[in-house]
């Protein structure tokens, strides 16, 4: 590896897991491990778990997990690299000179982040000048102030295609660069390909990170007529649109206590300008689980500001079911006095905006406001299809004293009792418990062995030969935590024992550190595993808290991999009744 061991060692040394986690998730302590909720996706039980003891983490609903360098990594959207040098910034450890990463995927990004922030500059620089009067002229008819548009670092793309090409050519950076970045679009005619770019006659939005990196743009065309009246960086080496929001490196210092999810970049600057700083905006997708769950970690509650019609209300739904997979508490702003925020403040002022927010609808509330838009209440036939949606959804309610002032508000409304309302949302209840019920099985069965829904696509062959895989694991697991037991009995241990190609792989790497640096850690395997691999090696680690922690226990493994090996066939896990799926997991 380019980083040194020994430097590794004393990052991981002074970077606790335990305290670099805290940070992102709140985690509670059970015995010698840590909860919370995870951070790599959505839920509602916590399966996130930080294992003091051997400085790793681990998910079992996702099966994210290694060490606190691939914790970084993973939810700062880090390369290896830049996730060494933040936990070192962190702790103050000097990060040596001499580590040779600088002319790899390193230096690819910091280019990038370089190239964005120039771009930026040179937006904003032209929106100033006699180049941009255009773009200013919108902005300020939009009624932004100059200390918003500095704020936010808006911009202009002046016409023509050459414009950000030539300033960038001229700063250091090929078109291949800036093609990479999407700073520059690709054209083939006749064999030859130019370059051109990506925005033009357009005001710009730059898209910054919580670290203030540059890693995008939005672009909103002028000229009337224009094929897409957004266009926006697509996907890069720095930059998913689905992992990011607009502006919440502002919002998520705010002290509302909450965040407000807008549609556009434009209402979200509006709204800030009005003193609501806790806006923040989605980029040119439906609200994704990746950002619910980064959302999760800055607040408890959101309020969703879609546009009062069909597209925003059908935007809402579809959030609304995302958010149902997380903790978060949901509210609908009813936008009533105009068609979205930046016109209702501008019309009626941030007061009437701030009177819509505190009269916003809960995620229940809502969903009976839509059941009843959907059904003519004043016929008998509309009243009753109104009523079973309504019972559809006090169903999924799951305090009963909710449920009661529901059904209450209901029968007042429509003059049915509130017996029969709350009677029917019983039997679709226990309906739908049933179905959880089902499904809370079928999930424990699929994670019933540590790890398995991480290690299943990494090492195929463990649900055919599950007994082998168990005592592999174990022995794994045992040398990880006592490199001295692999010391002792590594005599009578071989690749060629394993029954499992990948588990074989993985002892081949963990003798190979502990025969170099006596002991093992998952950034040793950081040029040798992919990420998905990694996870399934740290799967591993989790079953260190429940060994016997002795060579015997070590040599009673090898002895089964001696017996496996032996036999003709194995069950098919599959084909196996769950009394005796059950039995393979208890201890031999």
């Not at 059904?375 to 309504?390: N, Y």
Request: charged share 25%; glycine share 6%.
């Amino acid at each position: 590896m380019a980083f040194s061991e020994n430097f590794l060692s004393e990052l991981r040394a002074r970077a606790d897991m335990e305290s670099v986690a805290s940070s992102y998730v709140t985690l509670k302590r059970r015995g010698r491990i840590l909860t919370g909720l995870c951070p790599f996706h959505n839920e509602k039980t916590p399966s996130f778990t930080v294992y003091p003891e051997t400085q790793s983490y681990y998910c079992f609903g996702c099966g994210n997990g290694g060490d606190v360098i691939t914790f970084i990594k993973n939810i700062e959207n880090l390369d290896y690299t830049e996730a060494v040098r933040l936990l070192a910034d962190r702790v103050g450890l000097a990060v040596p000179q001499d580590s040779g990463y600088d002319a790899g995927l390193y230096e690819k990004r910091r280019r990038m982040f370089e190239a964005n922030r120039l771009a930026a500059r040179y937006f904003h620089n032209t929106l100033y000048s006699p180049a941009g009067e255009a773009g200013l002229t919108y902005f300020h008819e939009r009624g932004l102030t100059d200390k918003t548009i500095r704020k936010f670092g808006l911009g202009f793309a002046p016409p023509g295609w050459e414009n950000l090409r030539r300033y960038l050519n001229h700063e250091g950076f090929s078109d291949r660069e800036l093609y990479e970045a999407n700073l520059l679009r690709m054209r083939e005619r006749g064999g030859s390909k130019s370059y051109y770019d990506a925005f033009s006659e357009r005001v710009m939005f730059p898209i910054i990170d919580l670290r203030g990196n540059v890693l995008a743009f939005s672009g909103r065309a002028l000229v009337s007529g224009a094929p897409r009246k957004y266009v926006n960086t697509s996907d890069t080496l720095i930059y998913k649109k689905g992992e990011n929001l607009f502006a919440l490196n502002f919002a998520r210092k705010s002290k509302a206590g909450n965040l407000i999810l807008c549609e556009g970049n434009m209402d979200v600057v509006a709204l800030h300008q009005a003193g609501f700083d806790n806006a923040v905006a989605g980029l040119g997708t439906a609200l994704t689980e990746q950002q619910a769950s980064l959302l999760s970690r800055y607040t408890s509650e959101v309020l969703l500001c879609y546009d009062n019609d069909e597209a925003g209300q059908k935007a809402v739904r579809r959030a609304l079911s995302v958010f149902e997979k997380t903790t978060i508490h949901v509210k609908v702003i009813r936008m009533q006095g105009g068609k979205d925020p930046d016109e209702i403040i501008k019309t009626h002022g941030p007061e009437r905006f701030r009177a819509l927010l505190n009269d916003a609808a809960n995620d229940v509330e809502y969903r009976i406001l839509q059941a009843r838009s959907a059904h003519d209440v004043s016929t008998s036939d509309g009243k009753a299809s109104f009523l079973e949606d309504a019972c559809q959804v006090l169903a999924d309610v799951a305090s009963p004293v909710e449920r009661d002032i529901y059904a209450a508000r209901l029968a007042d409304e429509t003059s049915v009792s509130k017996d029969a309302i709350l009677s029917r949302t019983k039997t679709i209840r226990s309906g739908n418990v049933k179905r959880k019920t089902q499904n809370r099985l079928r999930d424990i069965r699929e994670l019933s062995a540590p790890a398995q829904k991480a290690v299943d696509t990494v090492n195929p062959e463990r649900a055919k030969h599950l007994r082998a895989a168990k005592a592999e694991e174990t022995l794994l697991a045992s040398f990880m935590h006592n490199p001295e037991f692999f010391s002792q009995i590594k005599e009578e241990v071989k690749t060629e024992n394993f029954v499992t190609a990948f588990n074989a792989r993985v002892f081949d790497a963990v003798a190979g550190c502990i025969s170099q640096h006596g002991h093992f850690s998952l950034s040793m395997l950081e040029d040798s595993f992919t990420a998905e691999e990694k996870s399934a090696v740290a799967a591993i680690q989790t079953l260190i808290p429940n060994l016997a922690d002795t060579p015997e226990e070590c040599r009673d493994c090898i002895r089964v991999l001696a017996q496996e090996k032996a036999k003709s066939g194995l069950e098919d896990p599959a084909a196996l009744s769950d009394a005796d799926f059950l039995k393979l997991f208890r201890p031999n």
